[in-house]
């Protein structure tokens, strides 16, 4: 009985692997699969089977940061198809009118959200048109011959998509990109929006499991048959460094004029190409992880890159997850030096 109990013990440490015949039939008959999926199991296996199987109700509210990030979102993606003052883009003399239309529209998504008169619910509101009006007085400064051409570009399964998924091996990506820029000749600048204050590098894309930049880069040349030459996340929450990140072709740099790129995302053609193969290659790996039930307490990136196997600090799942947190201490020392 004892060593049957602790066997027992032994296999309820971690949540997996799955066995279950009928679960991981599921799972290997799955083919759909969106960005965000996937960067959430490269950050942990266990966040994602949490999340997207376990799916827990949470009991507190949304998170500001999140109802102001689809109130900057959905603005955007108003204005842009809108166009307030004529052009594609805000301009030094369409600007005023661009920044006015931004304060219309999160009064008006505000409301069809319900809204109400809180300091808190004002404050969101107000914080997400003074970010508006930075990001569009840096986009009316900008000079570039791409132009906004695509919105809210979605593929995936499903007549509301503008495209069908993508067909990856043996899995089907699905997604909706921002903002695509395009020059008259196809060639394509990929726009990703985040309410944050930091965007990740294309140096660290491994590092943060960051994989929808390059994945949306493949979707535009396969489902719209552009010519991908960038891709770039947006810091709209930014303050000292507004630098848009991600990684872009260094024979387009002219071409895309104005944004202030870092110099590390510069890649020649060979480096731009394997970023992109790259991130296809570890969503595949990703999949059939997912498929076969690889489930377990796998934190950070793979060995040798920085933060393998560090919880992030804002995952909420400690309660039902039980890794191990406590720090090592060394018993051989003193009491009062540890």
Known sequence: QLRSAA???RASRAPGPLRNPAVLARLGARRPFGGTTLERFDICSYIWFAEHELRPLPLDPVPDGLVQGSLVHDALDRLFRECPGGGKRPTAGTVGAWKARAAELVAELAGEAGFGTSPQERAIKRGAERLLARFLDEEAGRESAFEPALLEASFGEGEENDRPALEIDDWLL???IDRIDRTPDGRALIHDYKVAGRVTPVAKFEEEAKLQLPLYALAAEEQW?????????HPLRGTSTRAPRGFVLDEEREDIGTYPLVKTDVLDRDGFAAEIEGARARASQIVARMRSGEIT???GPREGLRNHDVCPRYCALAP???RDRTPVIDEEREPEEQ
């Open 7 to 9: 066997a027992a013990e």
């Open 174 to 176: 699905h997604g909706a």
């Open 225 to 233: 048959g552009l010519t991908p030459v960038g891709a770039v996340y």
């Open 297 to 299: 307490r796998d934190p």
């Open 320 to 322: 039902i997850c039980r």
